[in-house]
């Protein structure tokens, strides 16, 4: 047996309670509290750590049209010694007046000569798979072939192929290769063999098995994590891309949509924001825009949470402000987005949603006004979209900000003057240490009933600090996040909503850490803040049982020893119990369930521990730390268990 497994087997180990225990949980079975949102536990995407080139959006050629500032970043030049030949990039007779540049290729013929390709810190290839290149393709001079080549990081040829035949038009040409070895650093060449001239855009590569088998789709193994998470919502495009560093560089979500030849380059925001972690090839094509994040919500069966930008750039940046009489574009793209997720087929939006392939609506239901906006300048431009969004759809909830702190000036300004407002529901954030975690579960005990609604949309335990490098995905930090999520979950009829944030990130070309999934080019692990956040969002409940805890011991800084939550589920007829134990040492506990007269005899159970609070995933070990289920045998509603040191631990019992 696994020693981790015998453990936690050893430590879990129920029996029937013929005494009392030093702590007590009691559980008012018959006596159900606040019904909780069924969307309650959802993920928030943000194109940051490339979580979308280079992540979630499939395609592994990077500046495939030659768009960046430096058109040829991503690109090296391939020129043999026998090689005569030369390259430039034009946009004279462009094929897309969207994305107007390509590169001409003119070669002696003398020896193949071109380009290639480093894919996003690395093309990731797959041996025993395919891969689709599509270009756009135009005879200039002669009739020269282009070889397609795809190296390994070695120098081992993977695979090639030849077209030919060019036409003196723009025509989209296609090949399939297949890698004969798998390969992390591959590199994609093309290359003009034979004397003439050939320009050449949009040039792709994409594996065939994307999510659901889709033709320029997402990648499989990042939307695998999300769907095996069973989130209630994915709040997307992100955050502070939504505001941009200026207002020309926001993020509009008409430019994402349609073919993806016509989709406008941006720069993104993370490309040029921390001088310790620069990244000057990171930009947003859009290959994933929003008809494409609308179809990921139904996959995955997450309600779709846009958040628009309010007429102000990032107040971390310029702070620029759009003038509140010159809102109505803003407030006109909010309405067309409702009518794009939402309208019949024969409005304007609702008919270009159609013509994408998805005549249905997407049953938009929740729709964000700015990203972390504070001050009057946000309520005032708020407000103007609330009174226009609220009139013509009243059935939208519309999400508000209430600053980047959980408790600072900004903050204590927001929630009076949204409350006044009316607002739906505010978004609240924060960024800290494990041990304000853990002595906050009890932050929504005492607000107002009558409303807002809270949506804790961007949370993440800090192992060392805010924007440090050093930061971890650690059992440390997971196990704060989970004590503060039963505080979450016991304060269902306040949180209607709450995601941790980052989601995303790329080993090899992050911003931010921590973040909830890593990836590489070829490999994807979830740290144990995802089977925490994936353990919540899996045993959710339909209700909240009220919870007594007795005989814990709580620190002069607010932290206890042990922290609980529970919930009925109606249909399976099960209680769920959440219990975190974030200490060094094992705590025996009486579990009480009242109102209950029998339970079945087995139980079951889920632990999330490890041997230490530092220990982590990792590509090498990316189940190091990751839940253990078993079943447990009961003898009635009266029990005693022992909760493991260091754990988070959900029981369900189900109910005679």
């Known amino acids: 047996m696994n020693p981790k497994l015998q453990t936690v087997l050893l430590a879990g180990t129920l029996v029937f309670a013929t005494a009392a225990s030093a702590v007590t949980i009691e559980i008012q079975s018959d006596q159900p509290g606040a019904k909780i949102n069924p969307a309650m536990w959802g993920i928030f995407f943000e194109d940051i750590n490339f979580g979308a080139d280079g992540g979630l959006y499939a395609e592994l050629v990077k500046n495939r049209g030659f768009e960046f500032p430096d058109p040829l970043m991503g690109w090296t030049k391939i ?18 007046a969207a994305n107007p540049h390509y590169l001409r290729l ?17 093309l990731g290839l797959r041996q025993g798979e395919a891969y689709d290149f599509s270009a756009q393709v135009r005879g200039v001079v002669g009739s020269p072939a282009l070889s397609l080549q795809l190296y390994g990081a070695d120098g081992t040829l993977l695979d090639a192929v030849q077209l030919k035949g060019f036409s003196s ?5 296609t090949a399939t290769l297949h890698p004969k070895d798998t390969d992390a650093n591959a590199r994609l060449c093309v290359l003009v063999d034979g004397k003439g001239a050939v320009d050449i855009d949009m040039v792709s590569l994409f594996p065939q098995h994307t999510w659901k088998n889709r033709p320029g789709g997402l990648r499989a193994d990042m939307v695998q994590m999300l769907a095996d998470m069973k989130p209630g919502f994915l709040r997307f495009p992100g955050g502070c891309i939504v505001e941009g560093s200026v207002l020309e560089r926001r993020y509009q979500w008409k430019n994402t949509i349609g073919p993806v030849e016509e989709r406008k380059l941006l720069i993104n925001r993370w490309n040029y924001e921390f001088l310790h972690r620069p990244t000057p090839d990171y930009f947003q094509s859009f290959g994933l825009g929003f008809f494409e994040y609308f179809q990921l919500c139904e996959d995955i069966g997450a309600q779709p ?22 809102l109505g574009p803003y407030i006109q793209d909010a309405l067309d987005l409702i009518e794009f997720a ?5 409005s304007t939006w609702g008919a270009k949603r159609a013509a994408l392939g998805h005549p249905g609506p997407f049953n938009l239901k929740m729709l964000g006004v700015g990203n972390e906006q504070w001050g009057q300048q946000y309520i005032d431009r708020y407000a103007r979209f609330a009174t226009v ?10 999400v508000s900000a209430a600053g980047p702190s959980p408790d600072d000036e900004r903050f204590k300004f927001a929630w009076p003057k949204l409350r006044e407002l009316n607002a739906d529901i505010v978004d609240e954030h924060c960024y800290a240490k494990p041990d304000w975690f853990l002595a906050n579960t009890h932050r929504y005990d005492h607000y107002d009933r009558n409303g807002p609604k809270v949506f804790m949309g961007e949370y993440a335990a800090q192992s060392v600090a805010i924007v440090s490098t050093k930061n971890k995905n650690n059992l440390d930090c997971a196990l704060a996040e989970a004590a503060y999520m039963t505080g979450l979950e016991r304060n269902a009829d306040v949180v209607c909503l709450a995601s941790y944030a980052p989601l995303f ?4 070309a992050w911003q931010w850490t921590p973040d909830l999934i890593w990836v590489d080019s070829l490999h994807v692990y979830g740290t144990p803040n995802y089977y925490v956040q994936q353990l919540f969002a899996r045993n959710r409940g339909d209700v909240v049982l009220p919870v007594k805890l007795s005989g814990i011991e709580t620190s002069t800084a607010g932290v206890q020893n042990l922290y609980a939550s529970a919930t009925r589920d109606d249909q399976a007829g099960e209680i769920i119990l959440k219990v975190v134990n974030p200490g060094a040492a094992a705590i025996e506990t009486q579990i009480n369930l009242e109102g209950i007269a029998d339970i079945e005899p087995k139980v079951k159970a889920t632990v999330l521990t490890s041997a230490g609070l530092n220990e982590g995933n990792s590509f090498h070990a990316p189940r190091n730390v990751a839940p253990v289920e078993t ?21 369900r019992i189900k109910t005679r």
């Open 169 to 173: 038009g723009w025509k989209k040409v």
């Open 505 to 508: 990130s790329n080993a090899e």
């Open 631 to 651: 079943d447990l045998n009961v003898d009635g509603p009266h029990l005693t268990h022992t909760f493991t040191q260091h754990s988070f631990t959900v029981l």
């Open 106 to 122: 003119q070669s002696e013929g003398t020896a193949p000569f071109g380009v290639s390709n480093e894919g996003f810190r690395g």
């Open 342 to 346: 939402n309208g019949p087929t024969n």
């Open 305 to 326: 949470l846009p958040i628009l930008n309010c007429g102000m750039a990032c107040q971390f940046n310029s702070g620029e402000l759009c003038p509140l009489d010159q």
């Open 79 to 96: 020129s043999p010694s026998l090689a005569k030949g030369d390259l430039s990039v034009r946009d004279d007779a462009p094929f897309n």
């Open 389 to 398: 969004l609220k009139e013509k759809h009243p059935e939208i909830q519309l």
